[in-house]
């Protein structure tokens, strides 16, 4: 199987490639635009595998894309697995265009070339923050409507319309899937769980927004990765499934177990300003893919969390690289390496652009 994946140099996307490199009949060619999100210091154990391919690219670029996509071979791609996105709530209120622009853009660019060259399966990775906002009893369902409430979850929202949009329309081989909240390993430090582990282990202080009685359903990205290969192997085209962790947790019973786990007092613990729009509650019924894919979460949350705090102990050079910025430089070290693998896969070099890291 030869498989597509867009922004596998994120969090999500780095365990979901070294999870199918295991099987020995996958290749995978990773496109990723490498922006600040993006690191390929998550991806140095598999650098060299000769069943692995790295190409920096923008999803929204059709020409570079529909090269990639529509190759010598016919089909060039077995499956297009998804994950290229803009994630962080927080900046999509400050800033949606990002959002817009990769989210959306990005998807029908990618859509438009897998359906062009008849890429069997297009699995689109999205989140249950499309569902919006939960009382205090009653999980989503794929039945659930969206009601987005944030510019991140509207862009995503907008994501899967086209897919499905596709799917109806020509009838295109797409499959959605809708996360809860994932943690673990290489997750970027401006997420919950990894801020708060590394705020803690520096005694300084951990912001919980509002009451800390906001609640997520947390899944490790080991199990989304695992339920993520069972859909591309066995989904049903056209069909959508809700993955979770069946844990659901305040965040700030998140924060007071990271302080025990880390031996550290709660009076770090400091409660601020609430966000706009801030969702109360999310909860995924994942009896739909458990049923028909037999597949259920296997990590123990308490343990799972336990791993992840110790993987922060033992990987600070990685986040002392993050908060100094020397990943970026790395990136552009490796964009210079692959000069000659992408002239070899037949694309026109893209053009390095300037950013505000640069």
């Not at 994950?83 to 029908?108: C, K, M, P, W, Y």
């Not at 899937?177 to 997420?191: H, V």
């Not at 069946?246 to 007092?265: A, D, H």
């Not at 908060?323 to 390496?337: F, I, P, T």
Request: hydrophobic residues 35%.
């Amino acid at each position: 199987m030869r498989i597509l994946v867009t922004g596998g140099a994120g969090f999500i996307g780095s365990n979901f490639i070294r999870l199918v490199l295991q099987d020995p009949e996958i290749e995978i060619t990773n496109l990723d635009l490498l922006t600040y999100a993006g690191n390929l210091e998550n991806l140095r154990d598999v650098a060299s595998n000769t069943r692995y391919t790295f190409l920096k690219g923008d999803v929204c670029d059709a020409a570079l894309v529909e090269q990639l996509v529509g190759g010598s071979a016919s089909p060039s791609f077995d499956a297009v697995v998804h994950f290229a996105a803009e994630s962080h709530v927080d900046r999509s209120i400050l800033d949606s265009s990002a959002f817009i622009g990769t989210n959306i853009r990005g998807t029908q660019v990618l859509l438009d070339a897998a359906r062009r060259n008849r890429i069997p399966r297009f699995l689109q990775v999205s989140t249950d923050e499309v569902y919006g906002s939960l009382g205090s009893s009653g999980k989503f369902t794929e039945q659930t409507p969206l009601a987005p409430n944030s510019p991140y979850s509207a862009s995503k929202a907008g994501a899967d319309l086209l897919v499905r949009s596709y799917v109806q329309t020509y009838g295109f081989p797409g499959i959605i899937t809708r996360c809860s909240n994932n943690y673990g390993p290489f997750q970027f430090p401006e997420k919950l769980i990894p801020l708060m582990i590394l705020n803690a282990m520096e005694d300084k202080s951990l912001p919980v927004y509002g009451d800390g009685l906001y609640t997520r359903d947390w899944l490790h990205v080991e199990d989304h990765c695992s339920a993520l290969l069972a859909v591309l192997r066995n989904g049903r085209p056209g069909g959508v499934y809700n993955i979770g962790g069946n844990r659901e947790k305040t965040n700030i019973e998140i924060v007071r177990l990271i302080l025990s786990l880390l031996g550290k007092p709660e009076s770090l613990i400091r409660h601020v300003q609430d966000r706009p729009g801030h969702d109360r509650r999310y909860a995924i019924d994942a009896s739909l893919i458990r049923q028909e894919l037999g597949w259920e979460p296997s990590v123990d949350f308490e343990e799972g969390l336990n791993a992840t705090v110790r993987w922060y102990q033992d990987n600070i050079g990685w986040v002392s690289n993050i908060r100094s910025g020397s990943y970026l430089a790395y990136y552009s070290e490796m964009y210079e390496k692959r000069a000659d693998m992408i002239s070899g896969l037949g694309l026109a070099q893209p053009t390095k652009k300037k950013s505000a890291t640069d």
